[in-house]
């Protein structure tokens, strides 16, 4: 070729003497032929499938990863056993690999992963070559749940032994993620129990399904989904029980008959949609997720001490710090991190919320804040700037502390030339202020959110525990959970937070690692 290519009009030579004797095809004349392109035909291929990913692949680091683990949990439940007959089953280390590889690139359908065990070369690489169905991806992600709480554990061991975890300082944030159901798949318990009624007939009518009618395929895909749409709508009856539970006003109660453990619940753009409330507690020394848990409550109030039990459970350890932001804290959260000795770190919401800024927003003058209200203890009362009476009228629980209320008569206060300053918006009452009893703890924890040491840490919160919020959902796009029911949607947020972590390791550690094995 390099010869032909060298040959210039005029260069004489041997070469081009002898292709002088030979008539030169005349170039333009006649079509040109191309190699056919043929996509009909079948073909064989040499796949070194070891080749087929590169020695950094990230597959690679997690295969390596599954490796450490012990995957004993996953043994008792398989049914193909050495010494028996039949096909054999897939190594719990494959599936789960499979599955952790997965979720890190954004994939979280069990169908999408039988189809890129076709062609996808780091999926080829894991299996061998292999495709695996969907049904056996998709039960093994949701059936294990006590043998993936047990490899959550053991991954974070391998973590903390790694230097990776220290327990000093954690962060515990709540974030809403999307249920598989529409929002208006809601409905009144009448017409659930009307679609559970309609549901049965239509299981028995399936039962019936011959083999002459459909085919056996379509007709075991009939009879389940007809199942599964039946045990769904009883566990939609059974739900508003539990709605019953939580205080929910009786005509406010609805269910949803796709998911019905969902709820629906505040988006961060403003709007509601029906979700689970994703708790994630994360240690601040390198981001890794310690614990996590999927509760119903639309907000964060209640959440924070069965966090740290789950992070106890996990690590067998107590944490030493705990950051939140200002949706966890009460009067009961910090009374109850203070008897465990942990050090809550959070924002005195009342300061900001119910505080002297509050009276600023109302118009109040400041020579009328409560603080120029003098409270005699004798006759349990409190004497206004103009000398009048405001009467002990109520106790009630506010954010930090039980609040008394004391009232002024509506007469003294309509017909007081100081009304505009003291209490303009009042037309029916007379103006109002409250007593607290604040607690020693609540005290104390107010005075160490005033320090600069308490707010400079408050300051890493957004960063640290919303890191894995951001991962979870941009990087993994778990944005709409795949399952439904809170313990399928649990395990799902777990494999997330599993993938997450095997990811912080791969970055720390395993990447760190590949580069000093490179030759030099
Ligand atoms: S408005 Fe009522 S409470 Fe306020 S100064 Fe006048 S009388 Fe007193």
Redesign the pocket.
């Known amino acids: 070729m390099g010869i032909e290519q060298g040959i210039l009009p005029g260069c004489g030579s041997a070469v081009g003497s002898e292709a002088e004797g030979k008539a030169k095809p005349e170039v333009g004349v006649g079509n040109p032929r191309y190699e056919a392109i043929n996509r009909e035909q079948l073909c064989w291929r040499h796949v070194d499938v070891e080749r087929l990913i590169e020695a950094e692949h990230p597959a690679r680091a997690v295969w390596e990863f599954v490796g450490k683990l012990d995957l004993r949990g996953y043994q008792e439940e398989a049914r193909a056993v050495e010494g028996k007959a039949g096909r054999p089953g897939w190594d719990p280390r494959l599936l789960i690999s499979l599955w952790v590889y997965a979720y890190s690139e954004g994939v979280g359908s069990a169908r999408r992963i039988e189809e890129l065990c076709e062609w996808e070369p780091a999926y080829q690489w894991l299996t061998g070559a292999q495709v695996i169905n969907a049904h056996t991806l998709s039960d093994f992600r949701v059936k294990h749940d006590q043998a993936l709480k047990g490899l959550f554990v053991q991954v974070l061991g391998l973590l903390t032994a790694d230097g990776l975890i220290t327990l000093e300082r954690v962060m515990q944030d709540g974030t809403k993620i999307r249920a598989k159901a529409a929002g208006d798949s809601f409905r009144r318990k009448e017409r659930v129990e009307q679609a559970l009624e309609q549901a049965r007939a239509q299981v028995e009518a399936v039962q019936g399904l011959s083999e002459e009618e459909t085919s056996r395929r379509i007709a075991t895909a009939r009879k389940r989904a007809a199942r599964e749409r039946g045990e769904r709508l009883e566990a939609a009856v059974e739900e508003f029980n539990q709605l019953a539970e939580e205080g929910k006003e009786k005509e406010k109660r609805r269910v949803s008959t796709s998911d019905p453990e969902c709820r629906i619940m505040k988006q961060p753009d403003g709007g509601f949609a029906p979700s689970y409330n994703v708790q994630i507690d994360t240690d601040a020394k390198n981001c890794v997720v310690v614990a996590v848990g999927v509760v119903q409550a639309g907000n964060d109030f209640e959440q924070l001490e069965p966090g740290i039990h789950r992070v106890e459970h996990n690590q067998g350890k107590t944490p030493e710090e705990v950051v939140t932001d200002g949706g966890f804290v009460s009067r009961d959260t910090i009374v109850a991190m203070n008897k465990r000795e942990i050090d809550y770190i959070a924002p005195c919401v009342d300061e900001g919320g119910k505080g002297e800024g509050s009276y600023n927003g109302r118009g109040v003058n400041a020579e009328?804040h409560s603080s120029a209200f003098v409270y005699d203890a004798q006759t349990d009362n409190y004497r206004?700037?103009?000398g009048?009476i405001?009467s002990y009228e109520g106790k009630e629980q506010r954010h930090m502390q039980v609040s008394y209320r004391y009232r002024?008569q509506r007469s003294?206060?309509q017909g007081?030339a100081?009304?505009i300053q003291?209490?303009p918006g009042n037309r029916v009452a007379?103006?109002s202020v409250h007593r607290g009893e604040e607690l020693a703890e609540i005290t104390a924890f107010r005075q160490k959110m005033a320090t600069e040491r308490a707010r400079e840490i408050y300051k890493q919160r957004a960063q640290v525990a919303e890191t894995p919020n951001l991962w979870i959902k941009a990087k993994f796009g778990l944005r709409q959970f795949s399952v439904r029911g809170l313990r399928k949607v649990g395990m799902e947020a777990l494999w997330a937070c599993l993938t997450y972590n095997i990811r912080v390791w791969m970055r720390l550690r395993w990447r760190k690692a590949a580069v000093v094995a490179q030759p030099v």
């Open positions: 009328y206004c700037p103009q009048k405001l002024a003294d206060c007081c100081v009304k003291c209490c007379g103006r």
